[in-house]
């Protein structure tokens, strides 16, 4: 424990959120690069949102499941107690 | 610039208070360095403000519609069709960076990266409304007051407006920013767009007023691997030890040779002007982002002393050492061949891009059909986009098996500059001349007022098979 609290709070939100959001926006950008939010709808029907607000949405699920992994790989850092 | 010595009491003070991650006051330079960063800060910050407000041909000069799925830039227009160019230019950004950081270490970070523009242009406006970095210091330490309320209440009110004006312009960048203040001045704005405003105004706020070189320190990579960027001919900054050491105060006109002293005379205002809060005298640290204000503020107690400048300043290591020092070397040269040829090779693809698409959609409800006089018919669904800045007329012809009978056929197809039409056709051949269940055929649109303007794309002709 003494070793995880060197390391500071910012840092640690960080280390989290910020490549997550990176990897996301990089995502974000190909994904609607080869799609567009309304021709997949226009297929599929959906609620009525502009393609700021499917680019925005999209952009927001990615950076989720980015951070989610982001949050895992933290977890798994630390050292198992082997007792 | 006086009453220096008194302050370094002061710092120590704060320091302790600040255990955690101590808030650094940079002290205000002046000088060369400070000048140009001066100077390209100021003109940063005027393409961003100013940049979507420039016009070309009655448009937005530089717009990337991402509404539209369209990027403007001066004469082009970008399809998403055209995202290798995209790809292209960030890969020629980042040689371009290395190329720069081998040769003179971060400007990037000094001059030129966002972090570096909005926290001077936040510092600047810190110092306009708290004064000085004596000032600062003392007034964080008192406690709270009416007087100290209202200073801060100032300071955090002016850069929350200058946020949120970074955050409408960085929206005008990619949606039409004339109709985005028509919206803004009648509350009409969308709800993204509105989100994106405060989320970037936030951001801003956030990075450029509290977190400072955290961000450099933590959050950006480029930080971390500088090293593996830099050589032993790399323009860097650092503290020439072998001048300046042992460091000490002196008495003034005293000959500090003879009394066995070295040039430092340890007033720690490179310390105090650093943005990253470090010490250069320390050496080569990864905080260090280049920004050249301790070799200015060290310059100038130089010149007061009447000692030799560049105690501190810009040098590679080779000089430093009374080494030879090489401009090309292997590195240099790579990055340099890799950013012409790749640079030549997007101009040339650009230049002769075709402003024209053609996709060809086959009917997916039917597969063919048969008509009353025996002809096998297909279906298609033409998606024409005509990618240039005027209204064409397009002639279609298709070939590839003998015989082939383009039903409707017209005077010529209306597409606008920037539009895509989906053009539905109906196209019949003899059963005999399909030798297979599917048979490639070719569709050729040609721009008919201009000749250079044609593409061709294949589809799959099907139908039945009696051999
Ligand atoms: S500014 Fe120059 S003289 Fe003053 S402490 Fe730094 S290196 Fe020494
Ligand atoms: S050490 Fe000097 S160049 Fe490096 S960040 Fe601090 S003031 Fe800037």
Redesign the pocket.
């Known amino acids: 424990m003494s070793e995880d609290n060197k390391v500071p709070t910012v840092q640690r939100f960080v280390a989290i959120l910020w490549p997550s959001f990176v990897v996301s926006g990089i995502a974000t950008i190909l994904f609607f690069t080869a799609f567009d939010p309304i021709e997949i709808i226009g297929c599929v029907g959906g609620w009525d949102v502009s393609r700021m607000g499917y680019y925005s949405i999209g952009f927001f699920l990615f950076w989720l499941l980015t951070s989610l992994n982001s949050v895992l790989t933290c977890y798994f850092l630390k050292p198992c107690a082997i007792k | 610039m006086t009453e220096k010595n008194t302050q370094n009491v002061e710092i120590t003070a704060v320091e302790e208070v600040y255990a955690k991650r101590k808030k650094i006051y940079p002290r205000q330079v002046t000088g060369l360095f400070a000048s140009l960063r001066f100077s390209g800060v100021l003109s940063l910050l005027g393409l961003y403000y100013l940049g979507p407000l420039m016009q070309w041909n009655g448009r937005q000069a530089i717009l990337f519609d991402l509404p539209a799925r369209k990027f403007y830039i001066f004469e082009w227009i970008f399809w998403p069709q055209d995202f290798i160019y995209l790809a292209a230019l960030l890969i020629i950004a980042a040689i371009a960076l290395f190329l720069v950081t081998a040769l003179a270490g971060r400007v990037w970070c000094?001059y030129a990266c966002p972090q570096t523009v909005w926290t001077e242009a936040f510092l600047w406006i810190e110092r306009k409304v708290e004064g000085s970095r004596a000032k600062q210091i003392k007034l964080d330490k008192k406690g709270w007051s009416w007087g100290k309320f209202r200073i801060k209440f100032t300071k955090h009110f002016i850069w929350i407006t200058f946020s949120l004006l970074t955050g409408f312009v960085f929206v005008g960048w990619f949606t039409p920013i004339t109709e985005l203040t028509a919206r803004t001045l009648s509350f009409e704005l969308g709800p993204w767009e509105a989100f994106w405003i405060f989320f970037y105004g936030f951001a801003t706020y956030g990075n450029a007023g509290w977190m400072r070189e955290q961000v450099c320190m933590y959050m950006c990579p480029y930080a971390r691997f500088q090293s593996a960027m830099f050589d032993k001919n790399t323009l860097v900054?650092s503290y020439d030890e072998e001048r300046g050491e042992p460091r000490g105060p002196r008495k003034k006109g005293s000959d500090y040779q003879t009394d066995g002293k070295g040039a430092c005379v340890d007033c720690s205002l490179?310390v105090q002007?650093?943005?990253?809060?470090?010490?250069?005298r320390d050496g080569l640290?990864y905080?260090?982002?280049?920004?050249?204000?301790?070799?200015d503020v060290c310059n100038e107690v130089m010149d007061k002393m009447g000692y030799q400048r560049n105690l501190?300043s810009y040098t590679t290591e080779n000089a430093l050492h009374g080494k030879k020092e090489s401009f090309f070397r292997p590195r240099v040269l790579i990055y340099i061949i890799l950013l012409s040829v790749i640079s030549v090779a997007l101009f040339t693809s650009i230049a002769q891009r075709v402003p024209l698409g053609l996709d060809v959609i086959r009917d997916r409800s039917s597969l063919y059909r048969e008509t009353d006089d025996g002809m096998i018919e297909n279906v298609y669904t033409l998606k024409i986009m005509n990618m240039d800045l005027k209204p064409h007329r397009y002639s279609l012809a298709v070939g590839g098996i003998d015989g082939l009978i383009l039903k409707k056929q017209n005077k010529g197809i209306h597409v606008d500059s920037g539009a895509v039409l989906n053009y539905p056709v109906r196209i019949q051949a003899e059963a005999d001349k399909l030798n297979a269940a599917s048979t490639e055929l070719m569709f050729y649109l040609n721009a008919i007022d201009d000749d250079a303007l044609s593409v061709a794309k294949e589809g799959r002709f099907l139908g039945p098979v009696y051999k």
């Open positions: 000094g900054i490179c002007v650093c943005p990253t809060g470090i010490d250069i640290q905080q260090c982002i280049g920004c050249a204000a301790c070799v501190v």
